[in-house]
């Protein structure tokens, strides 16, 4: 993994208010605009934060030099650890494009196989329009809509495939008629 200069990965803890603050800013700003309803101030993301450092929860943040979170991201284990749940993932706006993001989900993905995961997972809400998906009515027929997939406008869902995600799934209307969740999942199983 190869972070941008100045950029330094390091856990979410507990107890740093500073970190948990600013990571809830960034979800708040992050998700503002495309899922609004995601975390939509920052009472609600700083639980989401906090929530991200305990139990089955792990979280990791970059850095700047002077201690700006750059982004961050979580995971959950499931099924006894087997699989890992990518949930939240952010980076400041401006810092986007950069390698923030790749050096993220590498981070967790080494973290989930370093604890003998062997699948990565995540869900990418498509709740305005940006793919062929949303909007769209996706029954019957949904794995034929699914194998035509498009990203509209700068859906995240072709960034997770550059990582190595595959589409695994849809759920319809998941987060109400025509705004579907798209399901994707990386293996972190070495192959020969």
Known sequence: MSLPS???????????EDALRQAAELLVEGFRDDWPDAWPDV???LAEARLCTAGERSAWVAREADGRVAG????IRTYDGNVWELHPMVVRAELRGRGIGRAL?????????????????????????????????????????????????????????RMGFE??????????????????????VERP
């Open 105 to 161: 989900v590498e981070e967790l993905a080494a973290r989930a196989r370093a604890e003998g995961a062997f699948t990565l997972w995540l869900g990418t809400d498509d709740e305005n329009g940006g793919t062929s998906l949303g909007g769209a009515r996706l029954f019957p027929g949904v794995l034929d809509r699914l194998r035509e997939i498009r990203n509209l406008r700068w859906h995240p869902f072709t960034f997770y495939q």
């Open 43 to 45: 009472e609600s993301a």
């Open 167 to 188: 589409i695994a799934g849809v759920v319809p209307d998941a987060n109400g008629p025509g705004k579907p969740d798209i399901l994707m999942a990386m293996s972190l």
């Open 72 to 75: 961050w991201i979580g995971g």
């Open 6 to 16: 100045g950029i330094r990965m390091e856990p979410l803890r507990p107890d740093d």
